[in-house]
């Protein structure tokens, strides 16, 4: 009995196409950040004048392990740079602010260096490109007002207290 419904289960698997579409059109590079605007989002022209939006984001590499002698070296930053061409997500980018703690996903493509161009050059090195694909701001940035208002709460409490 259990030999006929293998039998049966074997040839309609092999018969069977689990997708229709090809394996390249599910294939995924995406890269996601959690860090703080490095300044506020510029926008920018391309050769074809088609605006876009340059914006980059400062992420926290973690402390690397203690030396020989017990010390550890503080941690370094890394600066990500993404661009974003879609017109709505542009809008919304012109309003945030250098210090803005952001989640952000992008496409992620690396681009092999031109084999003719000179090895110092842009063209000559690997680049990677981010393009923007979703942005949320975790935490505004304080501002000055804010601060000022805070440090004289503070001060105010401190002479009651």
């Known amino acids: 009995m259990f030999s006929a419904i293998r039998t049966h289960a074997a040839r309609s698997c092999s018969a069977r196409a689990f997708s229709t579409t090809s394996s390249r059109a599910s294939d995924l590079s995406k890269l996601v950040l959690i860090g703080h605007l490095a300044k506020d989002p510029e926008s920018r022209l391309t050769k074809t004048e088609r605006e876009f939006i340059a914006y980059t984001v400062a992420t926290k590499n973690p402390a690397p392990p203690p030396d020989a002698n017990g010390e550890r ?39 092999e260096p031109d084999p003719d161009a000179d090895p110092t050059t842009p063209q000559g090195q690997r680049q990677i490109f981010l393009r923007h694909e979703t942005i949320r701001v975790l935490n505004y940035p304080k501002t000055e007002s804010a601060d000022q208002a805070q440090a004289s709460e503070t001060a105010e409490d401190k002479t009651f207290v």
């Open 73 to 111: 070296r503080p941690s370094t930053a890394t600066f990500h740079r993404v661009l974003s061409f879609n017109e709505n997500a542009n809008k919304y980018l012109r309003t945030l602010k250098k210090g803005s703690k952001v989640y952000v996903e992008t496409n992620f493509e690396l681009r």
